[in-house]
C-alpha cells in the first residue's frame, strides 16, 4: 500500500543516496556518455531496430499491463552490463543520477540523443536554485523546475526513431498516501498510471491486443502471462484519472498538444528500476506539419 511510512522511507533512501561521496575512478575524468558506454542513434538504429510502431506502443500502453513496454534484448543486456558498473563506482544508481547524470532545473546537454523541444527550450530562463524554500509534497504541473530533470533516456525502450523516449526525472514523489486514496491503492501500485496528450482520434482499444501480442514474441510475452486489473467502477476509473491528472497536466504544458503526440506512463513499483527517484516515462512523436 502507499502508506505514509513507506513514501518516508523512499524519501530518506533518496536524501542519503544524495549525500553519499561519490567514488573515484579512473574513467571519472572521461566525457560522461563515452565512460557509460550509452548507445548512439546511428547504433541503435544499425544495431538495435525497433521492435514496435507507434500504434503498437500506444496499445501496451493502454493495455493494462505496462510491463509489455521492453527495451531491445541485446540493448537490455548492454545495459545491465553498464547498470552494474554504475552501482559499483557510485554505490548506487540513485546516487549516480542524483549527483552525476541529472542537472536539476536545467536543459539536458548530456545526452548523445538529442531532442527537438530541448532545442526550442535552451533559451529558457531556469530557476534560481538558491532559493530556499520547502520542497512541494508530491508531483504536480506547477511543480519548480529545480526539483525536476527532463532528460533523453540514454537506454530507450524499442521505440521507432521518429519517437522521443523522455524521462522526467523528480525529487519530489508522484505516488503520495495524500492523493492516492486507499480504495484505489492496491490498483495503482500493481498497475501504476498512464495517459495521452495530443490525440487526434481515441487512444488504441485494449482491444487491439491481440493484434500487437506477436511483436511481444522473443521477451515470450502471451495474454495469460499479463498482470492486470479488472476494470474498476465508474467512481474508481474517475479517482485513478484525478491521481494521474497532475503528470497529464505536467505533459500538456511541456508537449504542445498542437505540435506533439505523446503517451506518458509512471511504472508501478514492480517494474521500477530505480525506486529509489521518482520518474515520468514520455514517449513523445511530434506531428506532421500540414
Known sequence: ?????????LRSRAASASRRPRRSSPRSSAPICQAAGYPT??????DYPAAFTW?????????????????????QQRYNIWA????????????????RRLQWGKPDTLSLLTSSLNVEMNGSAVEDDSVDDVPPPYFTAETPSRYISVIQND???????????????????????????????????????WGFT??????????????????????GITKDKMIVSQKGTEEEEALVRQVGSHVHEYVKKRW???????????????????????????????????
Open 1 to 9: 500500500m502507499f502508506s505514509k511510512r513507506r513514501f518516508s522511507v
Open 41 to 46: 542513434r546511428d547504433e541503435l538504429l544499425a
Open 55 to 75: 500504434e503498437q506502443l500506444k496499445t501496451f500502453v493502454n493495455s493494462g499491463d505496462l510491463g509489455l513496454l521492453k527495451r531491445d534484448r541485446k540493448l
Open 84 to 99: 552494474a558498473g554504475i552501482r559499483q563506482e557510485y554505490g548506487s544508481m540513485v546516487n549516480y543520477l542524483q549527483n
Open 155 to 193: 537506454w530507450p525502450y524499442s521505440v521507432p526513431p521518429e519517437i522521443e523516449h523522455v524521462l522526467v526525472w523528480t525529487k519530489v514523489p508522484i505516488y503520495h498516501p495524500d492523493i492516492v486514496p486507499s480504495s484505489i491503492a492496491p490498483r495503482v501500485e500493481q498497475d501504476g498510471l
Open 198 to 219: 495530443g490525440n487526434t482520434s481515441p487512444p488504441p482499444s485494449p482491444s487491439n491486443l491481440p493484434s500487437c501480442l506477436p511483436a511481444l514474441a522473443e521477451w
Open 256 to 290: 504542445n498538444e498542437n505540435e506533439w503526440e505523446t503517451a506518458w506512463f509512471v511504472n508501478p513499483p514492480r517494474l521500477q528500476s530505480v525506486p529509489g527517484l521518482a520518474h515520468i516515462h514520455v514517449f513523445a512523436k511530434r506531428k506532421t506539419l500540414s
